[in-house]
């Protein structure tokens, strides 16, 4: 995963489903940080 602002990451969990689906996703700059996917989908590489 790329995301604009914290940079390259790798999703580490999920959690829910459907509009409440969550990931969590390391960043190689920091801590993790979590997202609905419904907001970061355009991020995460198929």
Do not use: C, N, W
């Not at 996703?25 to 995460?44: D, H, T």
């Amino acid at each position: 995963m790329e995301h604009p602002d914290y940079g390259s990451g790798k999703i580490v969990a999920q959690e829910g489903t459907g509009q409440d689906e969550k990931i969590t996703v390391q960043f190689s700059s920091g801590a993790p940080r979590k997202f609905l996917v419904r907001f970061v989908e355009s991020y995460i590489a198929s």
